[in-house]
């Protein structure tokens, strides 16, 4: 494989929904979520060489992506898709707690120019026309010596990763509660469904998790 291994994991509502609402942080779940699921987040991010989220995630969540409560020698590299160099730079995932990879655009690195830590790499990509050529980031990871990267990714990059076949293995944690609302954003959110052309995976294990489901699926 050219590219680095990827798996999605998400949260979502019993209802499919990720966040309270456009705009809203998924964070905002975090007092309904047991502590046993946020250790098995932990115990999957300690196995990957990379956690990847968008800029987007950086910008309404500012997470730390790093691995807590597990051992582990080598942290894994933060890496943040950041076409337009949005991020803040007071941003977690640009202090020292553990390397960081910036995939972003020529357009986009002209915003980081200014010095960064040594333990931050800015790598610039192809763009197409839905952005950042996620085939070629994955590329350019997997020649890092990046084998393998998990993605907490919000509706816009899943539905991207799903168009593109870029997916080889997705974890579903349903918490047990509905959220509701016509516009609350969804696991997988894109400009049209896949009608015709659904994006079948097949499930490999179920397991009860502190009142939550953890459903891990491979292509299919």
């Known amino acids: 494989m050219e590219r680095c291994k990827t798996i999605l994991v998400v949260g979502e509502s019993i209802d499919g929904k990720i966040s309270p609402g ?12 047991s502590e046993k699921v946020n250790l098995e987040l932990h115990k999957l991010r300690s196995k ?6 968008s800029s987007s995630t950086v910008v309404s969540d500012n997470p730390s992506l790093t691995v807590r ?17 949005k991020i803040p730079r007071d941003s977690k995932v640009l202090n020292y707690e553990a390397k960081t990879i910036i995939l972003t655009s020529e357009k986009g690195k002209l915003k980081f120019t200014k010095k960064l830590s040594d333990d931050i790499k800015v790598i610039v990509c192809k763009t197409n026309e839905r952005g950042l050529n996620l085939n070629d980031a994955f590329k350019r990871l997997k020649e890092l010596g990046i084998k393998n990267i998990l993605i907490e990714g919000g509706g816009t990059i899943n539905y991207s990763l799903f168009s593109l076949s870029l997916l080889d293995k997705l974890v579903v944690f349903i918490f047990p509660f509905i959220v509701g609302g016509k516009d609350t954003p969804t696991v997988v959110d894109g400009k049209r469904s896949f009608y015709n052309s659904y994006k079948k995976m097949k499930l490999i294990s179920v397991k009860r998790i502190g009142g939550c489901l953890m459903n891990t699926y491979e292509n299919d």
């Open 22 to 33: 456009r705009g809203l942080s998924s964070k905002e779940f975090g007092g309904y979520i």
């Open 69 to 85: 409560s597990i051992r582990r020698k080598k942290r894994p590299y933060r890496i943040v898709i950041d076409r337009l160099g």
């Open 48 to 53: 990957v060489d990379g956690i990847l989220v």
